[in-house]
C-alpha cells in the first residue's frame, strides 16, 4: 500500500509520467464495487428464460403454475410489455441503400410476443426471492413453438429461397449501401498491370468481458422514478434510449448509474432487452429487481462482433504502385439491429479501406444482411480492424507476387503529405508512416529474420513473417461529421470541474472507465495543469444525476474528446481564478502569472498558492461590491473538428509445427504513433491487451452456429480464448505526430493492437506455409490442413 502511494504522490506525477494506476488498489484488494456487488433491502431476483430454437413462432406461453411456486412474485412475458406499450429497441444509426431507401430496420421487442429468431433470445422473464427459486419456477413454465426454418451464413441468408426473418426485409437485406467511386475504380482496374483478388472471412467473436452484464432496477413509487444500476459504457445514452424510445420512464425520473465495470470491448454500449425487463419487473413487484447474467447467458445474449464475408481486388501499375481497390462485403448484423450496429461495416469500415495509402480511387459495397444468430455490432475497433484486416492482407499478397519486399511495397505507397485527403471521405491530418515502419523494423530484428527461418527448418519447423500497417479514426465524433453520416445524436464530450475550499479538485466527465484508468490519466492531466498531487483529484463518472450529460466510452475516444473537454474547463477555472488572485494580492489580473500551483504578480514576491486562492474563491465577503461571483466551478462541452488517426506498423514471426499444425508466436512488435502520450505505462498495457485480443481472433477465436442456428462454441469448452503462454513478450515502442485537432495532441489508443494484429499474424501464418489459402482462425486443425493441401505440390516438385 504505501508503494503505491507513494507512486501516484510523487513527483512528477503529470502529463508524460507512467504513475500507477490510482483505482488498482481497489481492484486489486477485493473493494471494487461492481453492479452484482450492489445490493439494495428487499431485493428480488430476476431469471431469464430464454429461447432454445433460432427461428421459431411461439403458440402458447403456459407460465400459471410457475406463478403459484414458492416465492416466485411475477412472470412476465412479450403480452405483458406490449400491454404497458414499451417501444422496441433501436438502432440509432441511419443507413440508407444506394437507391436512397431507408435501412429496414425491425422491431426488437425486449421480450418477443410472436416469434423468436435466435438461440438465447429472452421470452419469458420470472422474479423470485431467490435466484434458486426464479430458476425452479422457469422450468415450470412450458412454452409451445412452431419451429420455422434458420438461416445463418450470411451468404446465404440473400438467397431468393432462404428463410424470411423478418417481414420488412426482403431477402433479409437490411440495406445495400455504397461508397466511392466505381466508375474510376472501374478505369484504374482497365489500365493496371497487375491484380489481386482475395476471399476473406473475418470471423465472428464473443467479446467475453470479465465481468458478465447485469443490471439492478428500483421503483420509488413516491415520486414514480426509477433507478438502474448497470454494466454500461455509457449511462447516459442508455437512460436517453430507455426513456426517449423504449418508454420505461420520462428522462428526468430515470437515473442510470455505472459503477466500477470489469471491462466491456464494445459489448456494454449497447441497450439490452434484460435492462427493460428489469425496470419494468422493479415496477410490477414494487421491490428493488437484480439480473446478473452468468457465462452461458453470455455467449447467446451479449452483441458478437465482426462476421464479414468479403471479396476485395487491389489494382498495381507496373511499378507497384496502387491503382485502385474494388471491395464487396457482406456483413452479418444477426437476428436484430443492435444500437450502433449499422454504422460498423459502412462507415467505421469502408473510410478505412485506403489505409495508411494513397489509393487513388476505391469503391466498397456493403450488404447488411439479417439471419438467425445473435445481434452483432461495435467489438474493440469496430470496422477498423475488418478494414485494416482486407488492405493488409491484400498488400502482404501483392508484395509476394509481385516480388517486392513486404515492407517496401507499403513504402512506395505510403501517404507522405498532410493533410491527405482518401476516396472515402476522410482527411488524414497527420502523421510519419515511414517512421513507424522503419523503427518497427529495427526492433523487430527483420534484418536477422532470415537466419532465424533457416535456424526453424533445420529443427523441422515453419518460420513466418507478417506485416500490419494500419490506420484507424478514432476520438469518435465531431457531431457535424457523424451526423451527416447518419448517427442519432450528436458525439461531443462534456465535463466540470469544481474546485474545492480547500484546493482539492473534482472532475465531472461524461466518459466512462471500465479498465482505461480514467481515474489516474484524467487526474495527472488536471494535477498537472493545476499544479496540484494527483491524490488531491478525484473523478466522478459512470451517474446521469451527478455527470449532466455524456457520451460515453468507445471509440478511443475518452482521451481525444473527454479530456480535451476537461481542458476547456481547466482553461475557464484557471481564468476565474486569476481573477480571485488578482484581487487577493490587489493585483491587475494581467499582471498574474500562473505556473506550477503558484499565482505571482509579474515583477514582484507576491504570490499565493492554488488552494489560497480557492479558498477565498468560497470567501465571498472579501470581493468588495459584488465584483466577483463567489465559487470556482466551471462545466465546458468539446465537439471536435474532426477525427483522430493513430496509425504504426505491427510486426508478427510465427513458428508452425507441420506435423501438428500448431502456430507459436515467437516474436510480435508493434510501434504505434497515438500523438502525446499522457501515461505511457497505462498505454503500453492498453497496447498489450489489444494485440492479445488480436492474437485471439487470428489463431483460436471463432463463434460456430450449426445449420439449425445452435450456437456450438457456447463455452469455454468449445470457444478457445487466447492464455498467457500463447502469447510472446511484447515489444512496444511510439513515434509521435502530436494531433492538431484537439488542445492536447492525442489520438487515442484503446483499440490499436486489435486492428493491426489480426492482419499481422495471418500474414506471419501464410508466409510460413507459403500459400493464402488458410482461412482465419488459424487453429491448429486448419493450419494442418492447408499443410496436408500443399505437401502433394512440395512432393511433386
Known amino acids: 500500500m504505501a508503494t503505491g502511494a507513494t507512486a501516484t504522490a510523487a513527483k512528477p506525477a503529470g502529463v508524460g509520467a507512467p504513475v500507477r494506476r490510482k483505482e488498482d488498489f481497489r481492484f486489486l484488494t477485493g473493494n471494487g464495487r461492481y453492479t452484482a456487488d450492489i445490493g439494495r433491502p428487499g431485493q428480488a431476483c430476476l431469471h431469464v428464460l430464454r429461447s432454445t430454437h433460432a427461428h421459431a413462432r411461439i403458440v402458447r406461453i403456459q407460465a400459471g403454475h410457475a406463478s403459484r411456486m414458492p416465492g416466485v412474485l411475477a412472470v412476465i412475458t412479450g403480452a405483458d410489455l406490449a400491454a404497458d406499450k414499451l417501444g422496441p429497441l433501436v438502432c440509432g444509426w441511419m443507413i440508407h441503400s444506394t437507391d436512397g431507401s431507408p435501412m429496414r430496420m425491425a422491431p426488437h421487442p425486449a421480450l418477443p410476443a410472436d416469434t423468436v429468431r435466435h438461440v438465447g433470445e429472452p421470452v419469458v422473464a420470472i422474479v423470485a426471492e431467490t435466484p434458486e427459486a426464479a430458476r425452479d419456477a422457469a422450468e415450470a413454465v412450458v412454452i409451445d413453438y412452431e419451429e420455422l426454418p434458420a438461416v445463418v451464413d450470411p451468404a446465404a441468408a440473400q438467397a431468393e429461397d432462404a428463410p424470411q426473418i423478418h417481414a420488412v426485409a426482403p431477402r433479409n437485406t437490411i440495406f445495400h449501401w455504397q461508397l466511392g467511386d466505381a466508375s474510376a475504380v472501374d478505369a484504374a482496374f482497365a489500365r493496371a ?35 438502474l444500476w448497470n454494466t454500461s459504457q455509457n449511462p447516459h445514452v442508455a437512460r436517453l434510449v430507455l426513456s426517449a424510445f423504449v418508454g420505461v420512464a420520462p428522462e428526468h425520473r430515470l437515473r442510470v448509474v455505472a459503477p466500477d465495470v470489469g471491462g466491456g470491448f464494445g459489448s456494454k454500449i449497447f441497450i439490452y432487452p434484460e435492462e427493460v425487463v428489469a425496470l419494468v419487473a422493479a415496477r410490477r413487484v414494487r421491490r428493488p429487481v437484480r439480473w446478473v447474467a452468468d457465462r452461458s447467458e453470455a455467449f447467446v445474449a451479449d452483441a458478437h462482433g465482426r462476421d464479414h464475408v468479403t471479396t476485395a481486388e487491389m489494382a498495381f501499375d507496373p511499378h507497384g504502385k496502387i491503382l485502385g481497390l474494388r471491395v464487396k462485403t457482406v456483413a452479418n448484423l ?41 445481434p452483432v455490432d461495435a467489438y ?44 472515402v471521405i476522410m482527411t488524414y491530418d497527420c502523421g510519419d508512416y515511414a517512421a513507424s515502419l522503419d523503427k518497427a523494423l529495427a526492433l523487430a530484428d527483420v534484418a536477422g529474420f532470415p537466419a532465424r527461418r533457416r535456424e526453424a527448418e533445420a529443427r523441422g519447423r515453419l518460420r513466418g513473417l507478417g506485416f500490419s500497417a494500419y490506420i484507424e479514426a478514432c476520438g469518435i465524433a465531431p457531431s457535424q461529421a457523424v451526423g451527416s453520416l447518419g448517427a442519432g445524436v450528436g458525439l461531443w464530450e462534456s465535463a466540470e470541474v469544481r474546485v474545492n475550499p480547500t484546493g482539492s479538485v473534482e472532475v465531472l ?87 506550477n500551483g503558484t499565482f505571482t504578480v509579474a515583477g514582484t514576491d507576491k504570490r499565493a498558492s492554488f488552494a489560497e486562492v480557492a479558498l477565498n474563491a468560497y470567501t465571498a465577503h472579501r470581493f468588495a461590491g459584488g465584483a466577483l461571483e463567489p465559487g470556482l466551478k466551471e462545466g465546458a462541452f468539446y465537439d ?23 502456430v507459436t508466436v515467437e516474436r510480435f512488435t508493434a510501434v504505434d504513433d497515438f500523438g502525446n502520450v499522457i501515461n505511457p505505462m497505462i498505454v503500453e498495457g492498453q497496447v498489450h491487451g489489444g494485440i492479445v485480443q488480436g492474437i485471439g481472433q487470428a489463431l483460436m477465436e471463432q463463434a460456430v452456429y450449426d445449420e439449425s442456428g445452435q450456437l456450438v462454441t457456447g463455452s469455454y469448452n468449445d470457444y ?28 487515442g489508443c484503446g483499440e490499436a493492437g486489435a486492428i493491426a494484429a489480426p492482419a499481422a499474424v495471418m500474414n506471419a501464418v501464410t508466409d510460413a506455409l507459403g500459400t493464402e489459402d488458410v482461412p482465419m482462425p488459424a487453429n491448429a486443425l486448419t493450419v494442418w490442413r492447408a499443410l496436408q493441401r500443399t505437401r502433394p505440390q512440395v512432393a511433386a516438385e
Open 193 to 227: 498491370a497487375s491484380v489481386t483478388r482475395l476471399d476473406l472471412v473475418n470471423n465472428r467473436l464473443v467479446p467475453n468481458a470479465m465481468e458478465p452484464r447485469a443490471a439492478l432496477a428500483e421503483y420509488d413509487p413516491g415520486n414514480d422514478s426509477f433507478t
Open 380 to 423: 474493440r475497433g469496430a470496422g477498423r480492424p475488418e478494414a485494416t484486416f482486407v488492405v493488409e492482407r491484400l498488400m502482404e499478397v501483392s508484395a509476394r507476387r509481385l516480388g517486392i519486399d513486404p515492407a517496401e511495397l507499403r513504402r512506395r505507397n505510403f501517404v507522405t503529405s498532410f493533410p491527405h485527403q482518401t476516396p
Open 334 to 374: 444477426g437476428a436484430y439491429m443492435s444500437t450502433f450496429s449499422s454504422s460498423v461495416p459502412t462507415y467505421l469500415y469502408a473510410t478505412l479501406l485506403s489505409g495508411q495509402y494513397a489509393i487513388p480511387a476505391i469503391h466498397c459495397t456493403v450488404d447488411a444482411v439479417y439471419t438467425n444468430t445473435v
Open 640 to 662: 471536435p473538428v474532426n477525427f483522430t488517426f493513430p496509425a504504426g506498423c505491427h510486426v508478427c514471426e510465427v513458428e508452425i509445427d507441420p506435423e501438428t499444425g500448431r
Open 509 to 595: 466527465t461524461g466518459s466512462h472507465s471500465h479498465g482505461q484508468g480514467h481515474e489516474t490519466t484524467f487526474a495527472q492531466l488536471v494535477a498537472d495543469r493545476l499544479g496540484l498531487s494527483i491524490d488531491d483529484v478525484s473523478i466522478v463518472h459512470g451517474d446521469t444525476d451527478k455527470v449532466q450529460f455524456g457520451m460515453g466510452t468507445y471509440g478511443s475516444r475518452s482521451g481525444a474528446v473527454g479530456m480535451s473537454a476537461i481542458v476547456k474547463a481547466l482553461d475557464k477555472v484557471e481564468a476565474k481564478a486569476r481573477k480571485v488572485a488578482a484581487h487577493l494580492m490587489e493585483a491587475s489580473e494581467a499582471d498574474i502569472v500562473f505556473e
Open 720 to 747: 478457445v480464448m487466447p492464455r498467457a503462454a500463447d502469447v510472446p513478450p511484447l515489444a512496444v515502442d511510439t513515434t509521435v505526430t502530436p494531433c492538431p485537432s484537439n488542445p492536447l495532441g492525442i489520438k
